[in-house]
């Protein structure tokens, strides 16, 4: 009895922990797919290979189609999910894995404000502080970048689109806790990769590479973590606050690092680690603010 209490409440933790590894390293074996093939070819694989691996399991498990209000969030999800996959994956093909996990931290901090302007939330001193630290965080990793001249045409394309992946995840945030209170991890993973590919796959007349062969190990182990991912931290938002979770995400930073290193040789500079650590410190002041405010209330 005494050990199940200790462990049950860290096992969300534990899950999310896991669950943003394995979305690391799917990051950096779809930065190997998408230099081979093409960032959209790559990213369309995926998806469709990760719909093909975990929809026979939902088919096999489901009791029935998911309501009208489950399905639009799915196809939120995935909407939101596909075009943030896209940036996020060309950003790879221009920065640094490294850098480019640092400056996605600035999702949460514009998840404050995406709360603000959607369920009417009241912005904090402590929150504007946060974000005032994260925009010097990524000022800091953009100035190491202009600084030893590696801020060229690439580098600017990387930053514009990984805005926009920032953007989207921000908003991601807020649609993944009301997805898994509604829907299993399963359920949730093959919607997530089937909408994901299907909206993808639109476009593909106009934005289509030629498939590199050497690209299809990397493509389905990226499918298969993409899956593993997103049934974990399904699992884990459904039973730990997504304010509680966040904090995990900057895991990710530490495994971009160690990947990076591994499949590119890319070096972390001190600017990185710098303005990751503003990021970061932001983002916790921001966090233990939203703590303190269920406390008062409760």
């Not at 369920?119 to 990793?141: D, H, M």
């Amino acid at each position: 009895m005494n050990r199940s209490a200790l462990s049950s409440p860290l096992l969300p933790f534990a899950a999310a922990l896991l669950g943003v590894g394995f979305l690391s390293m799917m990051d950096a074996f779809m930065k190997e797919a998408a230099l081979t093939t093409g960032a959209y070819t790559a990213t369309v694989l995926r998806s469709l290979i990760g719909a093909a691996i975990i929809a026979p399991f939902w088919f096999w498990k489901r009791s029935g189609w998911p309501d009208q209000s489950t399905l639009k969030l799915h196809l939120e999800r995935g909407i939101i999910s596909a075009f943030m996959a896209l940036s996020f994956f060309f950003a790879l093909t221009k920065l640094p894995l490294a850098e480019a996990i640092a400056l996605s931290f600035i999702a949460p901090l514009i998840a404050l404000y995406l709360a603000r302007i959607l369920l009417g939330e009241v912005i904090q001193p402590q929150a504007i502080i946060a974000s005032l630290l994260g925009l010097a965080g990524t000022l800091v990793i953009v100035s190491g970048k202009i600084g030893t001249g590696g801020f060229d045409d690439d580098a600017a394309l990387g930053l514009g689109a990984l805005t926009i992946s920032a953007l989207l995840y921000a908003y991601n945030f807020i649609v993944i806790r009301k997805q898994s209170q509604v829907a299993g991890p399963v359920e949730i993973a093959t919607f997530h990769s089937g909408v994901g590919g299907v909206v993808l796959l639109l476009p593909a007349p106009f934005l289509a590479t030629p498939i590199e062969t050497q690209a299809l190990f990397p493509l389905a182990a990226a499918a298969a973590l993409t899956v593993l991912g997103a049934m974990t931290l399904a699992w884990a938002y459904a039973r730990a606050e997504a304010q509680a979770l966040v904090p995990i995400e900057y895991s990710g930073f530490l495994w971009a690092s160690v990947l990076g290193w591994l499949f590119f040789r890319e070096a972390v500079t001190v600017p990185t680690l710098a303005g990751t650590a503003l990021i970061v410190t932001g983002c916790w002041l921001a966090t233990r603010k939203s703590k303190r405010g269920q406390t008062e209330v409760a």
